[in-house]
């Protein structure tokens, strides 16, 4: 028999239950979802009162998560309803840890968009001055962001560490990872499908 996983987040990580589907889809419950989006250390982008939240795990050197860029965008074009959360989930290496640590400090400053969206667009990371650069000439304060990255430190490992506690509860293999509404979708798609698990989050209680 297929299967719909039913994934709670938590100290527990999560529970499975069986029910028969069309195909095999992992579902997150209600509390997991209102865990996954309280305070998730980033400011959702698209709807102010979304219906449906999408949330992303990403690694700005994952080329799955630059090329799924364009249908996140051509969704939140195409539906007024729908938000984005982008939740950093650097997992290639420590050049994708330095990104994201910065993305987040540029947050402190109001520019955590300006620099995910100037990183994710841009080239392969491979020296921290190409990501300093990159964040520059996208218009962030440079000389603020150091200091915001080594005061707040500790809030931005801790936010990094719940992510991918995150993660790993959903056993996402690897980035991007995508939960639509409450649906989990590893990998990524094309647009026309993800309308499709945006609808199909409108009718999920």
């Known amino acids: ?14 529970f499975f239950v069986e029910a028969a589907c069309a195909q095999d889809t992992a579902i997150i419950t209600a509390d997991g979802q209102k865990q996954m989006l309280t305070k998730p250390g980033t400011e959702p982008v698209g709807a102010a009162k979304p219906e449906v ?10 080329p799955y998560c630059k090329k799924v860029v364009p249908t996140l965008q051509a969704l939140l074009a195409s539906d007024p309803k729908v938000a984005i959360v982008y939740k950093d989930w650097p997992i ?42 990159i964040l520059r000439t996208a218009g962030v304060n440079m000389e603020a962001l150091v200091k915001d990255r080594m005061s707040h430190a500790g809030e931005i490992a801790a936010l990094l560490e719940r992510n991918d506690g995150e993660a790993r509860a959903l056993e996402l293999g690897g980035t991007p990872g995508l939960v639509v509404g409450r649906q989990v979708l590893p990998g ?18």
């Open 92 to 133: 290639l290496g420590q050049m994708s840890v330095y990104a994201a640590s910065c993305a987040l400090a540029a947050g402190y400053q109001g520019k955590y968009q300006a620099a995910h969206d100037a990183l994710i667009n841009g080239p392969r990371l491979s020296k921290y001055d190409q990501v300093d650069e």
């Open 53 to 62: 939240v999408v949330v992303e795990y990403f690694d700005y050197n994952c």
């Open 188 to 205: 990524i798609t094309d647009l026309e499908h993800l309308k499709l698990l945006v609808e199909n989050s409108r009718h999920l209680q």
């Open 1 to 14: 028999m297929q299967t719909t996983r039913i994934i709670l987040l938590g100290l527990a990580c999560m």
